[in-house]
């Protein structure tokens, strides 16, 4: 039967019963340091991120158009894909994620609707 291990760490108070037969020395060893890890992680304010994006992406940020291009990346689709998946042409895409183009509310559904995110956030 295995005991269980008790580990005190800064970031938790740790039991744990390992299963089967493990290194206790090693595994206490592995969990500190992971926990330590945590300990050290660089916090970044989200403000220092928004400026940064800002700069980035300048009078862009924060438009239907931004936020258009950002729910597509994060489906991994190309402008390509989100036309054929949404019937709305490529190069109007484009134009919508330059901010050249409105989307409207019927082709902000439509896309809303593909790329899993509130439809209101692209108007």
């Known amino acids: 039967m295995s005991e269980i291990l008790k580990i005190h760490h800064d970031v938790a108070d740790i039991q744990i019963k390992p299963s089967g037969r493990v290194n206790k020395v090693r595994l206490k060893k592995m969990i500190r340091l992971t926990l330590d890890q945590y ?43 989100l036309a054929s998946a949404t019937g ?15 989307l409207g509310k019927g082709n902000a559904r439509k896309l809303a609707k593909v790329l899993d995110c509130d439809y209101r956030k692209l108007l």
């Open 88 to 102: 709305i042409r490529q190069h109007h895409i484009s134009e919508m994620e330059n901010n050249k183009r409105v």
């Open 39 to 81: 300990l050290i992680e660089n916090r970044v304010p989200a403000k220092t991120i928004h400026d940064e994006t800002r700069e980035q992406h300048g009078d862009y940020y924060h438009t239907p158009g931004h936020y258009l291009r950002l729910y597509r990346r994060r489906t991994d689709m190309t402008q390509e894909e």
